[in-house]
């Protein structure tokens, strides 16, 4: 496991955490904040996991 995908798990989880808080507090703006937070630490954990592959093919 590699930087990119532990941020991108922490990230995911921060922006689930953040998305229930917005709703629970009837806040629109923190549930999309919540929601982009989510999609950013799918991508980032994407791209971690395209660099294990690579790095793993390249041994």
């Known amino acids: ?3 990119d995908q532990v941020e991108g798990k922490l990230k995911d ?3 689930k955490i953040q998305e229930e808080v917005g709703d629970l507090i009837d806040s629109p703006e923190q549930e999309a904040k919540g929601l982009q937070k989510q999609a950013e630490g799918k991508l980032q954990g994407k ?3 395209l660099k294990e592959a690579v ?3 390249t041994k």
């Open 1 to 3: 496991m590699n930087k």
């Open 13 to 15: 989880i921060g922006g």
């Open 47 to 49: 791209v971690g996991d």
């Open 55 to 57: 790095h793993i093919a």
